[in-house]
């Protein structure tokens, strides 16, 4: 296989960004480009064509190649569902759910074969890989049985490039200690060094790349400055709270409750594009203060998250918002939480069959967990119920619970009308109050464009108008060429095309 993998001193380096960049600067150097990760562990889901769930980096870094993203770009997606656990989610699909312990013991042969498996496919399907790892390669406690760093670039074959973030702080002792910790035939892997995330005058950092080339003899490949204001999406929660720490106070006020348990929370990224929106997370009742609309996002535990809202009286102050007049979304979990009643018949939000919660109660539906997730791309309108028809919503479900209205409620009608017409969701008070499963809700740009527009309304704003999907491609394009001036990619490609030969003597001989 041709290809590179990138992997990093620690968990935070910024792998999964400059990844991303690899991708489309490659693609832009004329190369079929696909993105891989053997495991990711990430709250954060894309659903492929093919209704299967893989995570959401790899999801944008096909968007990046300009490829359409597939279950073998990550076949081993890690849904955390407690600190001791995880959901295994295999070529796309729900497999088991394990503890640490169990994972290692029972799950990795299981795990090398899939593995091997994809690789083979995407070396047929494209002319180079680009891979990424997960936390460090040298976490000794677990290396004997690792799917994720050097085990995989011994499995594709390919050259390792080691990523260093500057900015933490210990940037030498983190590059020498994890060549140090190498076994010999993978220290020999690594062709070169990224420094990421520099502030300053790069000029200040020439010794320092001297002194790292002389004490590793690995050439530093280049220094990434800090990309401030960057839009590309973010694998964890980790990137979520910088990208919108420095977001600001602008017109529009919009507070997003913070739960523990938050899954793909890029459904507020698209915010990110908006000049006029500032985005907070809200943890507890001071934090609430007086925004101009609410929004409730995902979580792999309605249940939990909801009794932690209520412990801290979030719930009471969110209620008195709705009473007030105030404009809440409800996405997903989020959606469940605006229920009167939420059951978990199965077991399958909280481990408990047949526990029970009252929930916000905005809205008139009770939410029942079942076994069975769903999992599906879904197209369709505004149901014409809610008076806005016409306005097209593409996204993509996934959950465990279904929320269905209760008899004879009042005031309330489903939010979407899907292309096969089915229903979904729930749309209240003239729209202040709003539920869906569907994720990537607010790329719409039309429904975005709408919902912003109302509240700039009431608020004396100028509406306006924003495409977000052109601005995603144009920033793909921007990232590249940054990442162009930083690295010597000439050295990046000669470095995998001279793998490449030697690898075909080796087999040839």
């Known amino acids: 296989m041709k290809g590179i993998m990138l992997q990093g001193t620690s968990s935070d380096v910024g792998k999964s960004v400059l990844a991303t960049a690899f991708c489309r600067i490659l693609s832009q150097l004329g190369y079929r480009v696909a993105p891989f990760k053997s495991q990711n562990m990430s709250n954060n889901s894309y659903v492929t064509d093919d209704a299967r769930e893989i995570g959401r980096a790899q999801g944008v870094q096909a968007e990046a190649c300009g490829i359409k993203a597939t279950v073998h770009m990550n076949p081993i997606l890690l849904k955390p569902r407690s600190d001791q656990t995880s959901e295994v989610v295999l070529l796309g699909k729900s497999f088991k759910t394990y503890s640490g312990s169990d994972y290692r013991s029972r799950f990795y042969q299981k795990g090398c074969e899939v593995i091997n498996e994809s690789l083979a496919i995407l070396s047929q399907a494209y002319d180079l890989v680009v891979i990424e790892g997960a936390g460090s390669p040298v976490e000794i406690n677990l290396n004997d049985r690792e799917l994720v760093n050097m085990r995989v670039a011994e499995m594709a074959d390919v050259p390792v490039f080691l990523i260093a973030d500057i900015e933490r702080g210990g940037v030498f002792a983190s590059i020498v200690g994890t060549l140090e910790l190498l076994q010999p035939e993978h220290r020999e892997r690594v062709k070169g060094i990224i420094i990421n995330k520099f502030r300053g005058d790069i000029a200040l950092f020439e010794s320092g790349v001297t002194w790292l080339e002389e004490r590793t003899g690995i050439k530093i490949v280049g220094v990434v400055p800090h990309l401030d204001n960057l839009k590309i999406e973010g694998e964890d929660a980790l990137s979520m709270t910088a990208k919108f720490e420095t977001a600001g106070s602008k017109p529009l006020d919009i507070a997003v409750i913070r739960l523990p348990h938050v899954s793909n929370f890029t459904d507020i990224e698209p915010f990110l594009y908006e000049d006029e929106v500032s985005v907070r997370f809200v943890e507890t009742l001071d934090q609430f203060g007086h925004p101009d609309a609410v929004i409730i996002p995902g979580t792999r535990s309605t249940i939990n998250d909801l009794r932690l809202l209520k ?199």
């Open 311 to 509: 412990a801290r009286k979030l719930d009471r102050r969110i209620i008195h918002y709705a009473d007030q007049g105030g404009w809440i979304i409800g996405l997903c979990g989020g959606y469940q939480m605006l229920s009167k009643r939420i059951a978990d018949k199965a077991g399958t939000d909280t481990g408990l069959a047949g526990n029970e919660i009252s929930g916000l109660g905005l809205l008139p539906m009770t939410t029942t967990f079942f076994a069975e997730k769903t999992t599906v791309k879904s197209k369709g309108q505004l149901h014409p119920l809610t008076g806005l028809q016409g306005i097209v919503i593409k996204g993509f479900e996934i959950h465990l619970g279904a929320t269905s209205f209760d008899k004879n409620c009042q005031g309330v009608v489903p939010f979407i009308c899907h292309n096969d017409g089915s229903e979904e969701g729930a749309y209240a008070r003239d729209g202040r109050i709003i539920g869906s499963y569907f994720h990537d809700l607010f790329y719409n740009d039309d429904w975005r464009n709408h919902w912003l527009n109302n509240i700039r309304k009431e608020k004396g704003i100028s509406p306006k108008q924003v495409t977000v999907q052109n601005q995603r491609e144009a920033g793909y394009d921007r990232l590249a060429s940054q990442i162009r001036q930083a690295l010597d990619i000439d050295y990046v490609v000669k470095v995998m095309e001279d793998w490449q030969k030697e690898r075909e003597h080796r087999c040839g001989s």
